[in-house]
């Protein structure tokens, strides 16, 4: 019996309160059923660590720890079955941990053949190769399952000394992502390619653009934690128009006002029409939580600083994701803030009649605008201006890029927001060119704060935010109090500058940016 014609016996109220990302219960689904749709589910899980990842150790001792992971993952495949889920995604780390040595990291790797090269199903053929045991468990799941699973393991291939990139020791070693169909069958392997401080591992010597079939919903690619912000893997697998479903194992550390995990998944969502299986591993204690099945168009998320369990959600997901793409004319011109937002861009005056006269303003910069000041944000130097009072417009420039802000206040908070800007190279915990235009939440009343990692606010806008962005590669961020997801009402490109629109928060906004990459300038 397939996965497909399992029937999910799930409760509205319960994908309801988890799509509004409050603890209640493991499940949720949507309100649709039918053919059009599958049913995935990603697992954040709180993973059994070595209590000294540096210490050497033997290959016995290693597999008992991993093999308290898998019992773990084990049962939450076959919850997942018991609820008619067709592919599962796993964390990266989940299985062995992290902070490893080159070395220490040794007994708990894996060989893996190459799925080009050997048809091998481990369940079945579980003595063909040698050191396979945490491939042979996860080809077992998949088959008792009787679903897709992916899952992140170490894993070695040993390379001889001709070989010019072959380490000293004479083996690669590789952050794996390995894929299974429902019958327990190896589909293929992905080696993630941008590490993170990660120097158990090799980088492969060419870039893996891994996609894989399935009978459910078509064409999956396939990436890794920190791969999301680079063009090689990410983005080169979705000029395969097939592509238009993404599993992305992770065990990213959340990093607020930009760059928490939620809110990056949700991002890519957006900005490329896409649907996201993301799977973070759960540590709060390192900020590691986050994890959701993400439509351009809706969320399904987890994100909780507090429990120190795991969490399984399961969603229906539309096979042909619907994205935000025609909304930039849908407001048309007869709505008085999108005339007034079209004619800035334009750089035209804008004018409104009252009774007795024509009001003009023009469409340039207030010399009366408050005076710009530098924050940290991100571990990058922003230039920003304070957001103050019940509506206005503003503007603030950095290098090549200017960023504006048009804004309604329905209610006045006791909080300070800021407009901030910047268009350079982020050079902390990475390296890479950004261009960013954000609105966001201050850590107090005081200009300094700006920047700080916050999570609850309480200001209400209706806003237009924009920028000259160079690149086209632009993740609308956003998030509101409480770490709660929005989607923008508008996206698109007017007269050369990018632009969301937002109106009806549903709680205080924290942040709202538009995060720009210039792969071509790493």
């Not at 060419?206 to 990410?234: K, M, N, Q, Y």
């Amino acid at each position: 019996m397939s996965g497909a014609s399992r029937k999910p016996a799930l409760f509205l109220f319960i994908c309801y309160v988890a799509a509004l990302g409050v603890q209640a219960g493991e499940y949720c689904v949507a309100d649709h059923q039918g053919s059009q749709y599958y049913m995935a589910a990603v697992y954040e899980h709180h993973s059994i660590l070595s209590p000294n990842p540096l210490a050497l150790t033997t290959r016995q001792q290693a597999l008992e720890l991993m093999n308290q992971n898998l019992d773990i993952y084990e049962r939450q495949v076959m919850i997942a079955a018991q609820k008619g889920a067709q592919i599962i995604v796993f964390p990266e780390d989940g299985i062995h941990g992290f902070n490893f040595t080159r070395t220490s990291i040794y007994p708990f790797l894996d060989f893996m053949p190459s799925p080009q090269l050997v048809k091998w199903n481990p369940c079945l053929e579980p003595h063909r190769f040698n050191d396979t045991e945490v491939l042979q468990r996860l080809s077992c799941m998949a088959t008792k399952g009787e679903m897709f699973l992916v899952a992140n393991l170490g894993t070695k291939q040993p390379c001889h000394s001709n070989d010019p990139g072959c380490p000293n020791d004479g083996r690669y070693q590789f952050n794996t992502n390995v894929i299974f169909s429902n019958n327990g069958t190896l589909v293929d392997r992905y080696r993630k390619h941008n590490l993170y401080f990660e120097a158990a591992f090799d980088t492969p010597l060419e870039v893996d653009h891994v996609t894989f079939d399935t009978p459910f919903a078509g064409r999956f690619g396939i990436f890794t934690c920190f791969d999301i912000l680079f063009f090689d893997p990410a983005l080169r697998l979705l000029r395969d128009p097939e592509v238009k479903h993404v599993v992305y194992p992770s065990a990213w550390m959340n990093q607020l006002p930009l760059l928490a995990a939620i809110e990056i998944q949700k991002a890519f969502a957006i900005a490329f029409g896409v649907n996201v299986l993301a799977a973070n591993i759960h540590h709060p204690s390192l900020g590691m939580t986050g994890s959701g099945i993400h439509t351009p168009l809706k969320s399904f998320w987890y994100h909780d600083m507090e429990s120190p369990k795991g969490h399984l959600i399961i969603a229906q997901v539309a096979k042909n994701p619907l994205g935000l793409a025609g909304t930039e004319n849908a407001t048309g011109k007869t709505d008085p803030s999108h005339s007034r937002f079209l004619k800035i861009v334009s750089g035209e005056p804008y004018c409104e009649k009252d009774a007795q006269e024509v009001h003009c303003e023009a469409a340039k910069w207030n010399m009366d605008a408050p005076p710009t000041f530098h924050s940290e944000m991100m571990y990058d130097n922003f230039t920003l201006v304070p957001v103050w009072g019940k509506e206005g417009y503003l503007q603030v420039c950095s290098n090549s890029l200017c960023c504006h802000l048009l804004y309604d206040r329905p209610t006045l908070s006791q909080e300070l927001y800021a407009l901030g800007v910047f268009d350079g190279f982020h050079t902390v915990h990475g390296t890479y060119y950004i261009q960013v235009c954000a609105l966001v939440k201050c850590g107090g009343l005081d200009i300094h704060t700006c920047g700080q990692e916050i999570t609850e606010a309480t200001g209400i806008f209706e806003f237009y935010l924009w920028g000259n962005f160079s690149t086209s590669y632009i993740f609308p961020l956003f998030l509101t109090s409480g770490m709660t997801l929005e989607s923008p009402d508008q996206l698109g490109w007017e007269n050369d500058h990018y632009f969301l629109r937002k109106r009806g928060l549903s709680s205080g906004l924290v942040t709202a940016a538009l995060y720009g990459r210039l792969y071509e300038k790493n």
